[in-house]
């Protein structure tokens, strides 16, 4: 009865190849995220889907692809994936597009380690 | 550039004292502030918030106390246990608050 779920939790592959993080939630919030946590602990947002549609899109290389199928998915894909490419990867949703009232539901994360 | 800043990195604390977790901010656009909570091998929980319109909000033994000139804001644990050992990410967000900005976590350590 997760909230929020990703898989999978570690992922280790080599530069060039393409792989895919996925995430559900089954809080039927309207808001779902990607968060990447850079080795100096650094969180930021890579992208937010309301309703499947795209409002934010920061400035993420376009090797980084998401997918939302419905309001209760949103799958990360990554093209080439390079070194700098290694991170812990969260998603979160929220009810609305605003995180303010009850703030965010994190997954665990998913460890991507690029060799 | 990195608009939340939580200049320490580690702080230990004894069990039943209290635990200041400061977090600093340079857009005075912000609106909404956030504490989480994170243990290891999790994803961060939500802890608490506060808007720009109040300098106080309390829930429990955690409190947010905002200082909007300073562009400061402090969690404020009492007493602590040892279970409130974990990172504390602040966060903060215009007044749309679809995209929060994240600090780098404070390492708090509750010494039984």
């Known amino acids: 009865d997760t909230a929020v779920s990703q898989t999978p939790k570690y992922l280790v592959t080599q530069m060039g190849n393409d792989k895919s993080i996925k995430c559900e939630q089954n809080?039927?919030?309207?808001?779902m995220y990607w968060y990447k946590q850079d080795s100096k602990k650094f969180l930021k947002i890579m992208f937010s889907?309301?309703?499947?549609?795209?409002?934010i899109n920061e400035t993420v290389p376009n090797r980084f692809s998401p997918k939302s199928p419905d309001k209760a998915h949103l799958n990360l894909h990554i093209n080439s994936l390079e070194l700098g490419d290694s991170a812990v990867y969260f998603c979160a949703s929220s009810q609305g597009p605003s995180g303010v009232n009850y703030g965010y539901t994190f997954g665990s994360g998913t460890r991507l380690t690029v060799v | 550039d990195q608009q939340v800043k939580q200049n320490s990195p580690s702080l230990s604390v004894q069990e039943g004292r209290i635990s200041i977790l400061n977090c600093d901010y340079t857009?005075?656009?912000?609106?909404?502030f956030l504490w989480y909570k994170k243990y290891p091998a999790e994803g961060p929980t939500f802890l608490i918030s506060?808007?720009?319109?109040?300098d106080k909000n309390e829930d429990g033994r955690f409190t947010v106390f905002l200082n909007k000139s300073a562009k400061h804001l402090s969690l404020h644990i009492v007493p602590s246990q040892p279970g409130d050992s974990a990172v504390y990410f602040c966060?903060?967000?215009?007044?749309?608050?679809?995209?929060?900005?994240f600090g780098t976590g404070t390492s708090l350590t509750v010494i039984p």
């Open positions: 857009n005075s656009m912000f609106d909404y």
């Open positions: 889907y309301n309703n499947k549609e795209l409002i």
């Open positions: 966060a903060a967000s215009g007044h749309t608050g679809n995209q929060f900005y």
């Open positions: 506060i808007s720009s319109i109040k």
């Open positions: 809080l039927g919030h309207d808001t």
